[in-house]
């Protein structure tokens, strides 16, 4: 009953910038907890950021200082602004709401959009 949708992904170089976008729709959506994860080639997906309804907002260590996650409720719209790219994040990255309880873990979240690939060279 939740769809989401992910863009702004692209091809950057190390050291750029990108915003990522996830519009959420339907049932639940604007008070649900949003995260973000990614899964680099040959890797699992891993947690990146994640944001509460209130406002609360956890990172992983990999991108605490370079990227924000925020919110527009108005919009049911979840942001990542990543700055400071490294080669390292290269990645798909996913967004997902509605999780059980810890928000860090993948499995417990019930809705993913379809991943947006970042590319960053160097």
């Known amino acids: 009953q939740v769809r989401l949708v992910e863009t702004g992904g692209g091809l950057v170089q190390a050291g750029g910038s990108l915003r990522l976008s996830c519009a959420a729709s339907g049932r639940t959506a604007s008070t649900a907890t949003m995260g973000w994860f990614r899964q680099a080639p040959g890797k699992e997906r891993e947690f990146v950021a994640a944001?509460?309804?209130?406002?609360?907002?956890s990172y992983a260590d990999s991108v605490k200082g370079r990227f924000t996650i925020s919110r527009d409720n108005a919009k049911n719209t979840v942001y990542l602004q990543m700055n400071s790219l490294k080669p390292d994040d290269t990645a798909v990255y996913y967004c997902a709401t509605d999780p059980y309880y810890n928000e860090a873990l993948d499995a417990e979240y019930d809705y993913w959009g379809q991943g947006t690939q970042v590319t960053v060279s160097s």
């Open positions: 944001i509460r309804w209130d406002g609360g907002r």
